[in-house]
Nanobody
Framework: QVQLVESGGGLVQAGGSLRLSCAASGSIASINAMGWYRQPPGKQRELVAA?????????KYADSGKGRFTISRDNGKNTVYLQMNSLKPEDTAVYYCAADRIIITSTPSTVDYWGKGTLVTVSS
C-alpha cells in the first residue's frame, strides 16, 4: 500500500502562483511514476503532469499546463511537486496526486494510488 498526501492548495488571484506538494509513504519502492491530475467543478478528472522515478526524471504535460506548470521530484523526501505559474480561473479544480507501479497516463482509471486531493481556487 502507498499513501499520498497533498498540500499547498488554496486561494490565489489570477496571474499568481502556487506550489503543490505530494508526500508518499508506505511501499514506495513499488512506485515507478508519479503525477498530478485535476478535476474542475462539474468536469471529469484530467491529467496535468507526470514524472518517472527512474534516472533522468522524464516528464510530460497536458497542453493546459505547458509553459506554465512544472513537475519535479525529491526522491530523498519521497515527494513530488507541481509549480503552477500564471494561474487562470479555469485552473480552479481539486488537484490529485497519483502514483503508479508502471507509468502515469492520460487515463485516470489506470492509476494505482490516489491522494485525497487539495483544492486550488483561482479568482478573477
Amino acid at each position: 500500500q502507498v499513501q499520498l498526501v497533498e498540500s499547498g492548495g488554496g486561494l490565489v488571484q489570477a496571474g499568481g502562483s502556487l506550489r503543490l506538494s505530494c508526500a508518499a509513504s508506505g511501499s514506495i519502492a513499488s512506485i515507478n511514476a508519479m503525477g498530478w491530475y485535476r478535476q474542475p467543478p462539474g468536469k471529469q478528472r484530467e491529467l496535468v503532469a507526470a514524472i518517472t522515478s527512474s534516472s533522468g526524471g522524464s516528464t510530460k504535460y497536458a497542453d493546459s499546463g505547458k509553459g506554465r506548470f512544472t513537475i519535479s521530484r525529491d526522491n530523498g523526501k519521497n515527494t513530488v511537486y507541481l509549480q503552477m505559474n500564471s494561474l487562470k480561473p479555469e485552473d480552479t479544480a481539486v488537484y490529485y496526486c497519483a502514483a503508479d507501479r508502471i507509468i502515469i497516463t492520460s487515463t485516470p482509471s489506470t492509476v494505482d494510488y490516489w491522494g485525497k486531493g487539495t483544492l486550488v481556487t483561482v479568482s478573477s
